[in-house]
T-cell receptor
Framework: DQQVKQNSPSLSVQEGRISILNCDYTNSMFDYFLWYKKYPAEGPTFLISISSIKDKNEDGRFTVFLNKSAKHLSLHIVPSQPGDSAVYFCAASGWETSGSRLTFGEGTQLTVNP | DVKVTQSSRYLVKRTGEKVFLECVQDMDHENMFWYRQDPGLGLRLIYFSYDVKMKEKGDIPEGYSVSREKKERFSLILESASTNQTSMYLC????????????FGPGTRLTVL
């Protein structure tokens, strides 16, 4: 039972354009969502997060949108840069889970072409 | 700066061997986690620990065990390695509260022949 799903395994965009990465979840108890970025041969690094009491959070070029009714979140990167090429994971946690446990999606490989 | 270190970046073992993967964090975090990452499957939680000597099963604990004797160290043990345990293993730590981000180590690429 995949509670967090990233339906696009890959995404390719041109440098300077917008990248939109999508994530869907099924567990209505999730109330905190995070995006991580992973380069090959490195561990994931935290990018941005959003609490369920908000519908948008912005940090520089990165914005995360949350649509609770649709159980959907998206990460927007504007403008995209070649250095953004990486695998992006969305993750979710809920108040009922112990120890700050996160549930991750499958990941989306973003390629930004110069 | 939070630092999570893993004992090996690359490891090659034979089927049936006992394998130890070590993880150390230097930020006094209560929670520690072991994941494996496989293409198309994302990060799957194997085991986690929210205190010394405490452990909880994640989504795929079969074939693995863990040990947390000290707060800063969390070990993953493959009692008898099998080829389907060939994977990237990632350790992470986080402070106590829900919603706190997890900090990851660089990963160990384990190959079981």
């Amino acid at each position: 039972d995949q509670q967090v799903k990233q339906n696009s395994p890959s995404l390719s965009v041109q440098e300077g354009r917008i990248s939109i990465l999508n994530c869907d979840y099924t567990n209505s108890m999730f109330d905190y969502f995070l995006w991580y970025k992973k380069y090959p041969a490195e561990g994931p690094t935290f990018l941005i997060s959003i609490s369920s009491i908000k519908d948008k959070n912005e940090d520089g070029r990165f914005t995360v949108f949350l649509n609770k009714s649709a159980k959907h979140l998206s990460l927007h990167i504007v403008p995209s840069q070649p250095g953004d090429s990486a695998v992006y994971f969305c993750a979710a946690s809920g108040w009922e889970t112990s120890g700050s446990r996160l549930t991750f999606g499958e990941g989306t490989q973003l390629t930004v072409n110069p | 700066d939070v630092k999570v270190t893993q004992s090996s970046r690359y490891l090659v073992k034979r089927t049936g061997e006992k394998v130890f993967l070590e993880c150390v964090q230097d930020m006094d975090h209560e929670n520690m986690f072991w994941y494996r990452q496989d293409p198309g499957l994302g990060l799957r939680l194997i085991y986690f620990s929210y205190d010394v000597k405490m452990k909880e099963k994640g989504d795929i604990p079969e074939g693995y065990s863990v040990s947390r004797e000290k707060k800063e160290r969390f070990s993953l043990i493959l009692e008898s390695a099998s080829t389907n345990q060939t994977s990237m293993y990632l350790c992470a730590s986080s402070p106590l509260h829900e919603g706190d981000e997890q900090f990851f180590g660089p990963g160990t690429r384990l190959t079981v022949l």
